[in-house]
């Protein structure tokens, strides 16, 4: 369930248009697994990382990400609740046999480029890096060193009984944060009223996604009702 290219649509042009300013002092759900996915991709070290036999600890890389999106967080005086994905939801098998497909395809892809090397073909350093990428999941052990470092940190932290969007959705309805930290549009659709993205950890510059603007730029007079069909 989602609005496919939500951002998009609300700031053609890709920019950040707010800053974290805007929620000094507030509480702020954190979803986990949008963290972890981002940092599976941010640089080549960490992809070869992954990829070496047997598996290498990630951890080291878990805590400086983690620890870096901490210290932008304290300067804006944001307190942090990190919401964990509980059990997968039955109903999207189907979306988890695809993904599962799509990483043997891409492990396999990977290997062609390998084997065309040592075949004395030139292959380009690109493709290999982006099929290694798109191989690439959150491994249970690195999701175990994301709640290491919440206990070693202090950051107070939630386990979902499935995704982590209705957790942060319930946490912000009970009046326990004010929004939420996630890249993903689902939690606009739940009802979450406040969703903050894009977030850039350096300067605090970031889109909050406002869910009355929303309604009223994209689908005045349209029931939630009407949202949750439309994202389905």
Known sequence: MTIKDLPKLLRPSNERLNSLEELRGHTLGVDVSMLLHQL???????????????PQDLSSFVYQNHDQFKRCMDLFDIKIIMVYDGCRNPLKSTE???????????????????TEVAGGTTAIAADLMKYKKRAMYVRPDIVAASYIWCQSAGVESIGSPFEADHQLDACERAGITSGSICDDSDLFIIGS????????????????????????????????????????
């Open 40 to 54: 599976l991709h941010q640089g080549s070290s960490i992809v070869d990382d992954f990829h070496t036999k047997p």
């Open 96 to 114: 988890d046999g695809s993904r599962l497909k799509s990483v043997d395809i891409n492990l396999q892809l990977a290997r062609d480029v390998i």
């Open 193 to 232: 009223k406040v969703v903050v993205q894009m977030v850039n950890l350096a300067t605090g510059e970031c889109n909050i996604v406002r869910r009355e603007v929303i309604i009223e730029k994209l689908f005045h007079s349209w029931s939630h009702d009407d949202l949750i069909a439309f994202g389905v």
